[in-house]
């Protein structure tokens, strides 16, 4: 399967953006999707997941309540809406997949066999 990340962008603080993730190669609706980001010198970091058993959407804490997962089965396309945004938001966001993705390994870049390309976000302030 393969991932196609867009939507990226510089924005002000306090704004919004919507990245998208493109499924190819296999069903979306198969495979739970992850957003992964990675700022300058920082690992790279969970942000949020929906995990197809069970239907459970994770996110991370620092963006709890601001970023929201939908997804169109349509466009086979996973959609990360992210609001409020803010200058720590600012990193290389990464679509991942998995289709055997267990709970304990939901916030674990090992827990995912596919990933696209970042796409750059800029928050300034």
């Known amino acids: 399967v393969q991932l196609q990340a867009s939507g990226g962008g510089l924005v002000q603080a306090g704004g919004s953006l919507r990245l998208s993730c493109a499924v190819s190669?296999?069903?979306?609706?198969?495979?739970?999707i992850g957003w992964f980001r990675q700022a300058p010198g920082k690992e790279r970091e969970f942000v949020a997941t929906i995990k197809r058993s069970g239907g459970t959407t994770y996110y991370a804490d620092s963006v709890k309540g601001r970023f929201t997962f939908s997804e169109d089965n349509a466009k086979n396309t996973v959609y990360l809406q992210m609001n409020s945004l803010k200058p720590e938001d600012t990193a290389v966001y990464y679509c991942?997949?998995?289709?055997?993705?267990?709970?304990?390994?939901?916030?674990?870049?090992?827990?995912?066999?596919?990933w696209g390309q970042g796409t750059l976000v800029t928050v300034s302030s």
């Open positions: 991942a997949a998995s289709g055997t993705l267990i709970t304990s390994m939901v916030r674990h870049k090992d827990g995912y066999a596919y």
């Open positions: 190669g296999g069903s979306v609706r198969r495979y739970s």
